[in-house]
């Protein structure tokens, strides 16, 4: 109790000064102590905007432009570092002697080299010096890479597009119903319904048909060079390109390893168990060693999503407009307001950490070890 | 199937010899290894040629650019720029002392050389697991060379040390000083947090708790610009922190909450017996956690510090976001030197820092692979 009340008593004596410091620091130096900033003119442009965004808009819209930028990146990096870290992972474990050896260079290089250099690397060496738009890169399917970015082919809607979603979502919605109305009949009868085969049908048959029906009302904006640069399509900044690139390069290796060892911890005895009761290869991996995998990969691979999304702030150091560099850097520069902003950056990133987290934790109680 | 026509097939008499099987593929040998290991079937077979065709064609290219084609000695830019293709080794020897030293004065460069010589014998003591007196070195690393460091590097005129002011630091020293720092600091912060977050008072645990899991939500680029810019508001003007101090702490604050993870993983790997042992023997708390729990826990988990280290080592990168010359940033301003402009000098110092940063974590890695081995070894016997 005594130990409690003079940690206390240190603490607040700490926290006291503090903030009677501060507030003397700010008052002499002339920062603004509230959050009238919040509503005032920005009066600096930003290359990426997901919402109406202009110079004369205000610093609230400003955060809210970063706030976005930073979600976008993190959203797409994610997925492109799971598809990358399980293809390498499980590629270590190939039994090709040359496919293995090539994943562990993959991984051991790019764990072993910071972040911020690589991505350095690729906007300073590899996007800048590209040539520019009249000598782009063609690339496969109307995609085109210069030193402006990458250019990709863009959907354009037509009317009748969204009678097409709703056929997509109530597909999907269907599809879910009838999985769960199979599982309980093989639960209650051991007969088992083509799930595979209505579901396909039903995610990917109806929606086409009325694709069809409505007269394709979905075409694609192809990017073309007129005059000194690309119109149409759609255009993907370069330091966008790069801290994807980057950010799921990087996360991949450690992605990889993750997924290596929740595979090896696997006992051999498992699959050979499966095999002995008559399971073939597709079904083991499926019903036996997929599930006690994934059990070992959810937690350490939750905490390199949380990375990623962490890591997506070294925007800064490129110029890409994400939350730290557009509200921790232009803003704060240009109002002087650092004990605010900073809090509520570093607020910000806590939120998306716990609703990560708590997202990850979900899944991850579907998946673990039902104890009896 | 009548019984009676199942019958007479079943009878059979062999006349002659069997049919004589080729003897089995053999599994030894150069040419069986290459079929196990790379043509084991269709696909893997598939896969193997693409495989070397993504060396084929990025190996040459990569050793023509580091090595064949690459420039070796120049007095500038000029010869570099007329090769093109290769990297330019010249632009790194003559950036060299840049790159450790920063604008450190030219004549006292040798206080960074006694520190670096310092540091390197100091941590091969601790790193090498058989030398004696190691408690000793750990005692010099962790209290005598942080001060005694800061004062030959920093000057003491009294000592005939001139002040070298922190503006002037940079290259590969600030890293190792940010990184060694942090470690210095980290370690002990850690693993008071850890007791703390298993600390029977819940004052205290609640703040472990919530100081860690606070620092491990937020990037580290936003605490190094709290250490920046709110660090100096927080104490009286005249006591404002260093430039070079602020990320300094900032980098130390952010690793002590992932060595405090670490090390709690440790101290929850220690059997309860141990605790009550100790407790039986009559040692007070204090005593019971520096004697009993705590070598043993650190014992545990000398690769999560280990990789905790690499981690950070990789970080101190981003002190750059707050204006401090660390060495990949005077890789990054040496390349936009006019002088030495060119085509391949970007590549040339990127490749150069990469190559620098790989060395080091992964022989730091490589380290801490065979401490696990050896401890691995001796909790089996």
Redesign the interface.
Known sequence: ML??AG??LV?GFLAVT?VI??R???Q?RGIPMDFSFWDNTAGFDINQALVPYSALSTYGQAFLVGLLNTLLVAAIGLVLTTIIGFAIGIARL??????AR?AMIYV??L???????QL??WY??VLK?LPGPRQSLSLPFSIYLNNRGLFIPAPVFASGAEWFALAFVFGLLAAFLFWLFAHKRQVQTGKRLPVGLVTTILIIGMPLAVFFLAWQPLSFSYPELKGFNFMGGWRLLPEFVTLLLGLSLYTAAFIAEIVRAGIEAVPAGQSEAAAALGLPRKLALRYVIVPQALRVIIPPLTSQY?NLI?????A??IGYPDL?QVF?GTV?NQTGA??QI?CI??AV??VI??ATSFAMNLFNRRMALVER | MTGESFARQAIFVRNKDANVLPPPVSTRGFVATIRQNLFASAASSLMTIAAFALVAAVLPALLRFLIFDAVWSAPDGELCRATRAGACWAFIARKLPYFTYGSYPLDQRWRVDVMFGLSFVLIAWLLWLGAPARRLAAILFFLIYPILGFVLLHGAPSLGLPIVDTDLWGGIFVSLIVAITGIVISLPLGILLAMGRRSPLPLLAIFSTGFIEFVRGVPMITVLFMANFMLPLFVPENLAPDRLLRPVIGVALFASAYMAEVVRGGLQAIPKGQMEGAEALGLRPWQTMQLIILPQALTHVIPGIVNTFIGLFKDTTLVAAVGIFDFLRTVDSARLDPAWAGPAISATGYAFAAIFYFLFCFGISRYSLFVERRLARKRRR
Do not use: C, G
Request: proline content about 4%.
């Open positions: 130990y409690q940690f206390l603490l503090a410091n501060v003397a620091n700010m002499a190939s039994h090709n002697w040359i496919v090539l051991e290089t764990r072993n080299v910071p972040l911020l250099l350095l690397f300073n060496a010096p949380l962490k890591n997506s702030s070294l800064v150091f730290v921790a704060l650092a004990v900073i950056t570093m990133y806590l950490s716990l």
